[in-house]
């Protein structure tokens, strides 16, 4: 089977967090369902991200950049109490390994005590 766009954006629009794809200009290139229900209009693809962001946002999301060209991959950002999910900046890669663009995952704390460490190393430590 051939992985077509309509498979991937099949996929995307399945999870059940959303995802929005930003370029490098922090223009928003996608979003996938659940994205698209939980922010409405107040964010649109062919804009800009900042147009719902304050500056302190704006100050984080670059230096999650600078991060994540000197090297780094997912890196968390924020336990958000009112929702309860833990926030993680992702950057995407191109082939190269140049970063591209980046999203934001939310995912549900698995305890109070650690919301900064990420699933997967969750799953390691637990082998």
Request: glycine residues 6%; proline residues 2%.
């Amino acid at each position: 089977m051939q992985i077509t766009k309509e498979i991937l954006y099949g996929i995307l629009d399945a999870y059940v967090y959303e995802i929005i794809f930003v370029d490098r200009n922090h223009t928003v290139c996608y979003m996938n369902k659940t994205a698209k229900q939980r922010y409405g209009d107040r964010v649109q693809v062919g804009k800009s991200l900042f147009n719902c962001h304050n500056k302190n946002s704006k100050e984080k999301i670059e230096e999650f950049l600078r991060r994540a060209d000197a090297g780094e991959n997912e890196m968390f950002e924020i336990l958000n109490e009112k929702t309860g999910e833990r926030e993680f900046f992702v950057p995407v890669r191109n082939s190269d390994g140049d970063v591209i663009g980046y999203y934001e995952r939310h995912e549900v704390s698995w305890t109070k005590d650690t919301p900064h460490i990420p699933i997967y190393e969750y799953w390691k430590n637990k082998q």
